[in-house]
């Protein structure tokens, strides 16, 4: 049996109908950047998350930079980011001038250790980002606690966690603001690149929108300098006839989540991934660690198994940021963690029988 890391043409054929019609509609309307589809989106977007404000973007990056932007944040500043993340969250902190200052993470919840955090902060600080990483929320009641203390803004990235709760309330409504990817293999998916911003502040949401699009509100009138970074009329056709499917999904990846968490259980060696408390999960990926990482990752595609490793490397020793000079005692747990790191396939359409399989091969891969 081939199993892929995700099947996205699977999630197409269930929603095919509404999924053709968007498309059409959008190349009817000929409505290619923006448009009442995106603008749509933006509100039910808003309101899933339980914001005022969705400024939907070019992709999960510029909406990180465009709020490190909008809050001014720039040269001769530092903004605290966990060291295990895709590189977008430091890369953006780079783009704007700033220097990304890297923070251990958690080899249970893959989140940042917040207990080191208050350890980096100084007069140049101006931001922490935590990750919800894999789609578990990070612990933002201390970092919330910690930004108050210092007057830091806290800019949540959420590219991987849309609908994950945290003491009952979902990502996205702790920081002072939240990025969000829709790059098409996350838990809501575009067919193309898109990113959306959230935010319950006016003026922030103001300056994100006039950024994203050259500076200006209304044509011709430009009030700073910006980019163009707007979503596609389509892309945002396809996430607003996705949206109303996401909380179901999710509940389907929990499902696999539980399933592949109750047959692995008790094996020696491999650890599972844990949920914190007062926390849902979303599972974007389920992350399993075992010190023969690379040998079942090799026994698995042998099985035609496709997995993932989500990230190699902890950021701070990658060859970009060689110049800040970090060392491996810098962040300990990661260094230590990061190498038995692997990714199983979890998808909303899997069925029973492909997880019993993965599970079968995995556990004959272990010897
Ligand atoms: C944690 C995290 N931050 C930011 C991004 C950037 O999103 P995008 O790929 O849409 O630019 C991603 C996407 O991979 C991500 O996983």
Known sequence: MKVPFVD??????????????????????????????????????????????????????????ILLQAYEIGP?????????????????????????????????????????IEAKINERTKAIMPVHL??????????MELAKKHKL????????????TYKGKKVGNFGHAVSFSFYPGKNLGAYGDAGGILTNDDEIARRCRMIANHGQLSKHDHQMIGRNSRLDGMQGAILKAKLPYLDRWIALRQQHAQSYTELLSGIPGLKLPEV??????????????????????????GKDISTGIHYPHPLSLVPAYAHLGYKKEDTPKAVDYLPRILSMPIYPEMTEEIINYVVTELKASLG
């Open 8 to 65: 996205l043409y699977a999630q197409y054929l269930s929603i095919k109908e509404e999924i053709d019609q968007a498309i059409a509609q959008t190349i009817k309307n000929t409505s290619f950047i923006g448009g009442k589809d995106a603008r749509e989106f933006e509100a039910q977007f808003a309101d899933y998350v339980g914001q005022k404000h969705c400024i939907a973007v070019g992709n999960g990056t510029d909406s990180l930079e």
């Open 76 to 116: 001769g500043d530092e903004v605290i980011v966990p060291v295990h993340t895709w590189i977008s969250t430091a890369e953006v902190v780079s783009s704007a001038g700033a220097i990304p200052v890297f923070v251990d993470t958690d080899p249970d919840h893959y989140t940042i250790r917040v207990d080191e």
């Open 134 to 143: 894999f789609g578990m929320p990070a612990d933002m009641d201390p970092i």
């Open 153 to 164: 803004i806290v800019i949540e990235d959420a590219a991987q966690a849309h609908g994950a």
């Open 276 to 301: 914190a408390k007062d926390c849902t999960h979303v599972w974007h990926l389920y992350v399993i660690q075992h010190e023969k990482r690379d040998e079942i990752k090799e026994k698995l595609k």
